[in-house]
């Protein structure tokens, strides 16, 4: 009787998986993390097979600071209509398809660049790329927001994060290994097998395309939004023409209102808190940027690279998640942030010691295995850090927000990578990659000691504001 009842309910917990929207998420989330590695690592091996200087590539890594900026034109994704597509298709699906199809453009771009020959092409549709990256993130947060009510946001999240992380592994370990295929040579660069690898990847998109026309719009109340810039466009109205008085009201709701809340409710400590967002992952980003060259430099393979460090090195992230997941319900959200920050800083010493050691296979495989599982309890920490400072009303602009900041200064550091390596070294490179971590713990320590605590500290990052009806 008693184990019944227990099947019962373990399979009634399930059954939200079973939920269409959660199939919806899976597959938005596969076409949400398919262009970051495009414009990243896989590139940056791409760059380095095709003899372009590691400073160079260092600098390329600047491209993907449009991640980081995305909360500067979040506001239009979330308050502007698009001609036509809008009506057809809704506020939200309308901007997801734009975004996919500006990918689909810009990644075919990519693939029919020759980074010998011109460059400046290759990064020009690399940013294209990085741009609508950004932009289809910020609309999928949205959808996912305001497509379920809370208590089938944590499988939202879970959906999305598999689907995001499986699209990760097919944009690294499958591009290369398509490269690897293609080529005629394993002993010489072949555009031809890159370009080929690049137009697979623009293809793929195509899943996410699908899943955008065969989803359903999200009902959202937004009235109170409405009410509140009809009211200021009226008052507006009785000192400036209308049509300033109308777009004056809309960039004060859209842009200027979730910031104001934010700063009201954190007060002085708001800019300790956006510092210690800002510098947190700086560490790990440093470090990753040359971690593909790093492996080329030292003889690893593709197929071992891809194995090892993409697929191996995402599953362990995936564990490290998890387990980091276990640890904030028992310990509370800063304890496993000052502890993610530390193994994060520490771990990158091991690849130092492989600098030393050189091609080594075996340590390379236990270097990476520990430091994409702290990188996963880090992540855990941060993204659970980062939903607790939202609040009712604005999360998905705030959310945009924080998420940008944390990316901003550790990119625009980690441009100077490689420039870097090319004067001191990869050993002494690792070594400062981890140095630049242990502030962070400084940081962590003032927040916990002079911040005030949000009210719900494990709060998901997708939890909703407004959420109606699920379909």
Same mark, same amino acid.
């Given at each position: 009787?008693?184990?019944?009842?227990?099947?019962?309910?373990?399979?009634? =917990?399930?059954?939200?998986?079973?939920?269409?929207?959660?199939?919806?998420?899976?597959?938005?989330?596969?076409?949400?993390?398919?262009?970051?590695?495009?414009?990243?690592?896989?590139?940056?091996?791409?760059?380095?097979?095709?003899?372009? !200087?590691?400073?160079?590539?260092?600098?390329?890594?600047?491209?993907?600071?449009?991640?980081?900026? @995305?909360? =500067?034109?979040?506001?239009?994704?979330?308050?502007?209509?698009?001609?036509?597509?809008?009506?057809?298709?809704?506020?939200?699906?309308?901007?997801?398809?734009?975004?996919?199809?500006?990918?689909?453009?810009?990644?075919?771009?990519?693939?029919?660049? !020759?980074?010998?020959?011109?460059?400046?092409?290759?990064?020009?549709?690399?940013?294209?790329?990085?741009?609508?990256?950004?932009?289809?993130?910020?609309?999928?947060?949205?959808?996912?927001?305001?497509?379920?009510?809370e208590k089938m946001q944590a499988a939202l999240a879970a959906a999305y994060q598999v689907g995001y992380r499986s699209a990760m592994i097919v944009a690294t370990a499958g591009a290369l290994t398509i490269a690897a295929w293609v080529e005629p040579s394993h002993n010489e660069?072949?555009?031809? =097998?890159?370009?080929?690898?690049?137009?697979?990847?623009?293809?793929?998109?195509?899943?996410?395309?699908?899943?955008?026309?065969?989803?359903?719009?999200?009902?959202?109340?937004?009235? =109170?939004?409405?009410?509140?810039?009809?009211?200021?466009?009226?008052?507006?109205?009785?000192?400036?023409?209308?049509?300033?008085?109308?777009?004056?009201?809309?960039?004060?709701?859209?842009?200027?209102?979730?910031?104001?809340?934010?700063?009201?409710?954190?007060?002085?400590?708001?800019?300790?808190?956006?510092?210690?967002?800002?510098?947190?992952?700086?560490? !790990?980003?440093?470090?990753?940027?040359?971690?593909?060259?790093?492996?080329?430099?030292?003889?690893?393979?593709?197929?071992?690279?891809?194995?090892?460090?993409?697929?191996?090195?995402?599953?362990?992230?995936?564990?490290?998640?998890?387990?980091?997941?276990?640890?904030?319900?028992?310990?509370?959200?800063?304890?496993?942030?000052?502890?993610?920050?530390?193994?994060?800083?520490?771990?990158?010493?091991?690849?130092?010691?492989?600098?030393?050691?050189?091609?080594?296979?075996?340590?390379?495989?236990?270097?990476?295995?520990?430091?994409?599982?702290?990188?996963?309890?880090?992540?855990?920490?941060?993204?659970?850090?980062?939903?607790?400072?939202?609040?009712?009303?604005?999360?998905?602009?705030?959310?945009?927000?924080?998420?940008?900041?944390?990316?901003?200064?550790?990119?625009?550091?980690?441009?100077?990578?490689?420039?870097?390596?090319?004067?001191?070294?990869?050993?002494?490179?690792?070594?400062?990659?981890?140095?630049?971590?242990?502030?962070?713990?400084?940081?962590?320590?003032?927040?916990? @000691?002079?911040?005030?605590?949000?009210?719900?500290?494990?709060? !998901?990052?997708?939890?909703?504001?407004?959420?109606?009806?699920?379909?």
């Amino acid at each position: 009787m008693f184990a019944s009842g227990f099947i019962q309910r373990t399979l009634d =917990a399930l059954s939200v998986y079973y939920h269409r929207r959660v199939l919806i998420l899976l597959l938005l989330g596969f076409s949400a993390g398919l262009p970051l590695m495009l414009v990243f690592s896989t590139l940056s091996f791409w760059l380095r097979e095709a003899g372009v !200087d590691r400073t160079a590539i260092g600098y390329f890594s600047w491209i993907a600071l449009a991640y980081a900026f @995305k909360w =500067a034109w979040s506001p239009l994704v979330d308050r502007l209509s698009l001609p036509f597509l809008t009506r057809v298709l809704g506020r939200r699906r309308s901007w997801m398809l734009f975004a996919q199809l500006l990918l689909v453009a810009a990644i075919l771009g990519m693939s029919f660049s !020759d980074p010998v020959k011109d460059l400046e092409r290759l990064a020009i549709c690399a940013l294209m790329v990085a741009f609508a990256s950004a932009t289809q993130d910020i609309v999928i947060d949205a959808f996912r927001i305001e497509s379920a009510p809370e208590k089938m946001q944590a499988a939202l999240a879970a959906a999305y994060q598999v689907g995001y992380r499986s699209a990760m592994i097919v944009a690294t370990a499958g591009a290369l290994t398509i490269a690897a295929w293609v080529e005629p040579s394993h002993n010489e660069y072949h555009l031809i =097998a890159w370009q080929t690898s690049y137009l697979v990847m623009a293809g793929l998109m195509a899943i996410g395309i699908l899943t955008t026309l065969f989803s359903r719009e999200p009902k959202v109340d937004t009235r =109170a939004a409405d009410a509140t810039e009809l009211a200021l466009k009226l008052r507006l109205a009785q000192r400036y023409p209308r049509a300033i008085a109308a777009s004056l009201s809309w960039i004060y709701t859209a842009s200027i209102l979730p910031f104001i809340d934010f700063f009201k409710r954190y007060g002085r400590s708001a800019m300790l808190i956006l510092l210690l967002i800002s510098c947190y992952r700086i560490s !790990d980003i440093v470090m990753g940027i040359m971690a593909n060259v790093f492996y080329v430099d030292m003889g690893f393979t593709k197929e071992e690279i891809a194995y090892l460090s993409k697929i191996y090195g995402l599953i362990m992230t995936l564990v490290g998640a998890a387990f980091g997941g276990v640890l904030l319900a028992r310990f509370g959200t800063m304890k496993i942030l000052f502890l993610g920050a530390l193994l994060v800083a520490v771990t990158n010493l091991l690849f130092a010691w492989q600098a030393l050691l050189g091609y080594n296979v075996a340590f390379l495989t236990f270097a990476i295995s520990v430091d994409n599982f702290s990188a996963g309890i880090a992540t855990a920490a941060f993204i659970a850090y980062l939903s607790s400072l939202t609040s009712q009303g604005y999360s998905a602009t705030q959310y945009a927000l924080l998420s940008s900041i944390m990316l901003l200064f550790p990119k625009f550091i980690a441009g100077f990578s490689g420039a870097y390596v090319d004067a001191f070294g990869y050993v002494q490179f690792f070594i400062a990659a981890s140095i630049i971590g242990f502030p962070v713990l400084l940081l962590i320590a003032l927040v916990n @000691k002079y911040a005030p605590h949000p009210s719900t500290s494990l709060r !998901d990052p997708s939890s909703p504001d407004r959420a109606e009806k699920t379909e």
